[in-house]
């Protein structure tokens, strides 16, 4: 995951989903690359990536552009 966001290379699209119990490094692992990743990383929130009854308004997908990794916390 770190390598694909980390040179930008965009052959493949992946999505990745971090699991666990808690309190086994996830959020810190993804607060370390985020910060190394500087303006390339963007968090979003949830929301933007689950179904809605309503549409979305389009900034939320607008904002995530030149990003090469996305965060979303459940």
């Known amino acids: 995951m770190a390598g694909y966001a980390l040179t930008g290379i965009t052959r493949e699209h992946a999505m990745f989903f971090p699991y666990g119990s808690g309190r086994n490094g ?3 692992f993804m607060n370390a690359l985020t910060a ?3 303006e390339y990383a ?3 929130p949830v929301e933007t990536f689950m ?3 309503m549409e979305r308004h389009p900034t939320d997908l607008a904002g995530l552009f030149g990003a090469r ?3 979303a916390n459940e």
Do not use: E, Y
Request: aromatic content about 0%.
């Open 26 to 28: 996830k959020g810190t």
């Open 36 to 38: 190394i990743l500087g």
């Open 42 to 44: 963007r968090t979003a």
């Open 51 to 53: 179904a809605s009854a």
């Open 69 to 71: 990794l996305v965060v």
